[in-house]
């Protein structure tokens, strides 16, 4: 039972350079999300996906790439990586059509950026 | 703006005494409430929600929650602490039908001391 999954769980990069994060998730859950997490911030969203090719911006976008070729599978890319997207990065699903179903999250991917 | 606050960085409480932890929220019409629970180096975990009906909402771990719609409050509590229960809990918001809208608060780190 693997639920949800990040890969790597840690990385470090220099600024400039291209980081890809993964995320796979074994339930078939339409939505999946990508947060950032900041000491003082919570969790802010970053994109989500309500289905395969459909994304959509949350609240702190700017910098990121996502896509949705595969149900199962949401990356995340950094194109060009700033040191302000050092962060812990966290990617979660979503079986439920309404916002009242509770997210799944996965353990996080801790991304350090020189 | 929609938001969600938790006003305390920090509550301390005796394993055995009841705890609560604060949030309150500013969400247009009648929003999905929840609380998460987050421990070191781990992604969130569910802990209850609050979509409507009975005030008093039972969740894992013998934690309840009680809503307040005329103090826009969502408070977590347990009648008697464990020190297992020290971790990083997180309350959340999101509107009806809208993803792009769900909200975290900044934490509330829990200490349970023995």
């Known amino acids: 039972d693997a639920g949800i999954t990040q890969s790597p769980r840690y990385k470090i990069t220099e600024t400039g350079r291209q980081v890809t994060l993964m995320c796979h998730q074994t339930w078939s859950h339409s939505y999946m999300f990508w947060y950032r997490q900041d000491l003082g911030h919570g969790l802010r969203l970053i994109y989500y996906?309500?289905?395969?090719?459909?994304?959509d911006k949350g609240e702190v976008p700017d910098g990121y790439v996502v896509s949705r070729s595969k149900t199962e599978n949401f990356p995340l890319t950094l194109e060009s990586a700033t040191r302000s997207q050092t962060s812990v990065y966290f990617c979660?699903?979503?079986?439920?059509?309404?916002?009242?179903?509770?997210?799944?999250f996965g353990d996080g991917t801790r991304l350090s950026i020189l | 703006a929609q938001s969600v606050a938790q006003p305390e960085d920090q509550v301390n409480v005796a394993e055995g005494n009841p705890l609560t932890v604060k949030c309150t929220y500013s969400v247009s019409g009648n929003p999905y409430l929840f609380w998460y629970v987050q421990y070191p180096n781990r992604g969130l975990q569910f802990l209850l929600k609050y979509i409507t009906g009975d005030n008093l909402v039972k969740g894992s771990y013998g934690f309840e929650a009680e809503f307040n719609k005329s103090q826009t409050s969502f408070h977590l509590k347990k009648p008697s602490a464990l020190v297992s229960d020290s971790a990083l809990y997180f309350c959340a918001v999101s509107g009806r039908y809208n993803f792009n809208k769900f909200y975290f608060g900044s934490g509330t780190k829990l200490n349970v001391k023995p």
């Open positions: 996906s309500a289905a395969a090719d459909i994304t």
């Open positions: 979660a699903s979503s079986g439920g059509e309404l916002s009242n179903q509770p997210q799944h």
